[in-house]
């Protein structure tokens, strides 16, 4: 991959990080990470559209790293999900880790599957 397309996955993770951060403040109540699940839809469904993309030469190998890794990447987060997992855990909120983790497996894979499939169709 060259420079550039490295530059540009930095820059777009640094994008998809600032809108999941965004996305916190839709939630002001803090009873259940909404937002992390929003973030991991959106994320799985800009990664299945880039991929489609990439898949249907719409878009160059690196135009397909940079945004699959980058903004994606940035969007999507896994760390967040640990976390929340721990605290609900910690309140003892059994049922809503089973229920967040469900949900959060549930919406990545449909996004994912919605975005390729939406792209795939456009192109």
């Known amino acids: 991959m060259s420079a550039w397309a ?6 777009g ?3 998809g ?19 992390t699940i929003l973030a991991n839809a959106l994320g799985s469904a800009v990664l ?3 991929l489609a993309a990439g898949d249907d030469a719409l878009l160059s190998p690196a135009w397909t790293f940079a945004l ?4 994606a990447g940035g969007l ?23 229920g ?4 959060t497996v549930a919406v990545g894979l449909a996004g994912a599957a919605a975005g390729y499939a939406l792209t795939s169709a456009l192109a």
């Open 48 to 50: 299945g559209a880039v």
């Open 76 to 98: 999507s987060t896994f760390s967040s999900l640990a976390v929340d997992v721990v605290v609900l855990a910690k309140d003892g909120r059994r049922g809503a880790v089973m």
């Open 68 to 71: 699959g890794t980058g903004l």
């Open 17 to 35: 990080a600032c809108v999941r951060f965004s996305l916190g403040w839709l939630d002001t109540r803090k009873a259940f990470p909404w937002p």
């Open 100 to 103: 967040y983790v469900s949900a």
């Open 6 to 11: 490295s530059v540009a996955a930095i820059l």
């Open 13 to 15: 993770c640094g994008v």
